[in-house]
């Protein structure tokens, strides 16, 4: 890693006042209020510090997104098996039983 890479990744890893500016964010999903430090020069322009203000969802709100999407894979490859089953045993496994 060159000095500049370093200085770089510090000015990421690390929040201070300097670097960062605290936004008041609302969550677009469930309309929580609450602050987020970006780096500087993501909230330099008025526009950009609006567009993290409006569209940076809470942190619960982030997790109930990634379960959610997990669990849709989920989904979509027992989906996915099923369709496998009824292909190979010409009957979807759960019509099985009516003989
Ligand atoms: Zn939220």
């Known amino acids: 890693?060159?000095?500049?890479?370093?200085?770089l990744f510090l000015q990421w890893a690390i929040v201070t006042p300097e670097t960062h500016t605290k936004v008041a964010c609302t969550c677009p999903?469930?309309?929580t209020v609450f602050s987020k430090w970006f780096q500087n020069h993501l909230?330099?322009?008025?526009?950009?510090?609006?567009m993290h203000e409006q569209t940076t969802?809470?942190?619960a709100c982030v997790d109930e997104r990634l379960e959610s999407e997990e669990w849709e894979e989920e989904m979509a490859e027992l989906r996915e098996e099923e369709e496998l089953n009824a292909k190979f045993f010409g009957r979807s496994m759960r019509t099985k039983g009516g003989e």
């Open 57 to 59: 969802e809470c942190s």
């Open 43 to 50: 909230v330099e322009c008025d526009l950009d510090k609006l």
């Open 1 to 7: 890693m060159s000095q500049n890479e370093k200085d």
């Open 29 to 31: 999903d469930c309309g």
